[in-house]
């Protein structure tokens, strides 16, 4: 039971962690640049992910685009169809990478990172308690 109720406080402190660090990540001065950059080449590509139970595809959006002679790849793009190779585009440059929009710069910040943590652990947390809560209850209901 005590493993029950460490679990508990944690994924309690992981909601708390999530839910404090979604304003700052929300309301952070975000340092980038706006840029315009010249699409290198564009492609959607379908991968396949499996699973120890499934297995299901994902489409990745590969843009790779050039900006003061240097090629990036960008970053959370979300379409292929609008990044059409020689084409020119808006993106954003932060930390010596290439972004496709500023959604993309938040979450990639040092608060966007952590934020995505917390909300990670919490979820983990959360199904870990309930599996070892059931398996006490279980336990409790044999031995009474």
Not at 26 to 50: D, F
Request: aromatic share 10%.
């Amino acid at each position: 039971m005590k493993k029950v109720i460490v679990c508990g406080v944690l994924t309690v402190l992981c909601i708390v962690a999530t839910v404090l660090l979604r304003g700052p990540m929300g309301n952070a001065n975000l340092e980038y640049t706006e840029v315009e950059a010249t699409v290198i080449s564009s492609e959607a590509v379908e991968r396949t992910v499996r699973t120890r139970y499934s297995t299901s595809r994902q489409t990745v959006y590969e843009v790779v685009v050039r900006y003061d002679g240097e090629n990036y790849d960008l970053i959370n793009a979300h379409n292929a169809y609008s990044y059409q190779e020689g084409k020119t585009v808006k993106v954003y440059l932060a930390g010596g990478k290439m972004y496709a929009n500023e959604e993309g710069v938040r979450s990639g910040s040092l608060f966007g990172k952590a934020y995505s943590a917390a909300l990670i652990g919490s979820l983990v947390m959360f199904f870990v308690t309930i599996i070892l809560w059931s398996k006490a209850a279980q336990e409790k209901r044999q031995a009474g």
